[in-house]
């Protein structure tokens, strides 16, 4: 799962045309900051963006950025998921001046506290499917449950990196209400990924 924002970044692609705001375009595998050139953005390049992600995973936190020019306008997202030892999360956030990217991304921090819901808790390797009697708690907004099976594990771990995948299987919290808001939703499309499925758990509310 340590590779899991170097396959976002792949997946990200933006066309060029003309002049508007100046970014700081970078990437970085350590830390929340990482330097670069200013990049002045194409016309249709109307925000700079910085995508973000955390993965504690065993107590054990790591961090990677990437500062690029946006085209869109897609809103401040965040995406989160938990295991019993994995936390998860990717953030994109926007600005629109000239260098508003600069300074060192802040994460979004999420709630700690159980909202209630519980859902089945199991990663397989080398299945197609998992399935357990054991739960987990879900806390803050990951109020779903999540299931992802296909080609997308590395030494017992999600990858999503582009090499040595095998096939698993996990289920856990997450805070997405569909499947087609996954960060990789677009990857059923390439039979990388086999399902995402996104579910309402057990609710002890």
């Known amino acids: 799962m340590n590779a899991l924002l170097t396959g976002v970044i792949f997946l990200i ?119 357990s009697e054991e739960t987990i708690e879900c806390i803050g907004d990951m109020n779903k449950c999540l299931f992802v099976s296909g080609n997308v594990c590395n030494n017992g771990e999600l990858a999503f990196d582009g090499t040595s995948f095998n096939a698993c299987a996990v289920r856990h919290c997450t805070n997405i209400a569909s499947a087609d808001l996954h960060p990789f939703y677009g990857e059923v499309a390439t039979g990388i990924i086999q399902k995402i499925e996104i579910s309402e758990g057990i609710n002890d509310a």
Not at 82 to 88: C, W
Request: charged fraction near 25%; charge should be negative.
């Open 13 to 131: 692609a933006f066309t060029a045309t003309g002049k508007s705001i100046d970014c700081v375009t970078c990437y970085s595998t350590d830390g929340t900051d990482c330097s670069g050139e200013v990049t002045t953005c194409d016309e249709d390049q109307t925000f700079c963006r910085t995508l973000t992600s955390e993965i504690r995973k065993d107590g054990v936190a790591s961090n990677q950025v990437y500062k690029y020019c946006g085209g869109d306008e897609q809103p401040h997202w965040i995406y989160r998921e938990e295991s019993l030892t994995t936390f998860f999360q990717l953030e994109i956030q926007n600005c629109e001046t000239d260098k508003c990217n600069e300074e060192p991304a802040q994460l979004t921090p999420g709630a700690n506290t159980p909202n209630g819901v519980k859902c089945m808790h199991c990663f397989q390797d080398y299945s197609e499917d998992c399935n």
